[in-house]
């Protein structure tokens, strides 16, 4: 599976962006994704992640009712729509594809065997 972003770009504080991710791949419909962000001078964490279904979702506390994850296996994309956008959100946006078929969707970086090249969100306060 190989995966590249698009759409990030600098947006005021409590505006939305979405973020997508297009996969290439026939396993993809089978795999699970996920969306991480890394800060500068910060280690990479966990943002969202999506069963390979659609059906079960997992986010981090910090963007609990903020952002929401979402897939389209005939299209063979992922997407994160951002809303009420804080200047905490900044950070490189990385699409990632785990390498086991699960129903419950995972959190850890190591299980995500794909990786996309990232794309900027910039939050301006």
């Known amino acids: 599976v190989q995966l590249v972003e698009s759409g990030g770009g600098l947006v005021q504080a409590g505006g939305s962006l979405s973020v997508s991710c297009a996969a290439s791949?026939?396993?993809?419909?089978?795999?699970?994704m996920g969306w991480f962000r890394q800060a500068p001078g910060k280690e990479r964490e966990f943002v969202a992640a999506?069963?390979?279904?659609?059906?079960?979702?997992k986010y981090v506390d910090s963007v609990k009712g903020r952002f929401t994850i979402s897939r389209d296996n005939a299209k063979k994309m992922v997407y994160l729509q951002m809303n009420s956008l804080k200047p905490e959100d900044t950070a490189i946006y990385y699409c990632?594809?785990?390498?086991?078929?699960?129903?419950?969707?995972?959190?850890?970086?190591?299980?995500?065997?794909?990786w996309g090249q990232g794309t900027l969100v910039t939050v301006s306060s």
């Open positions: 999506i069963n390979w279904s659609g059906r079960s979702t």
């Open positions: 791949g026939r396993t993809f419909s089978y795999t699970g």
């Open positions: 990632a594809g785990d390498y086991l078929v699960t129903e419950v969707p995972r959190t850890d970086p190591i299980m995500y065997e794909y």
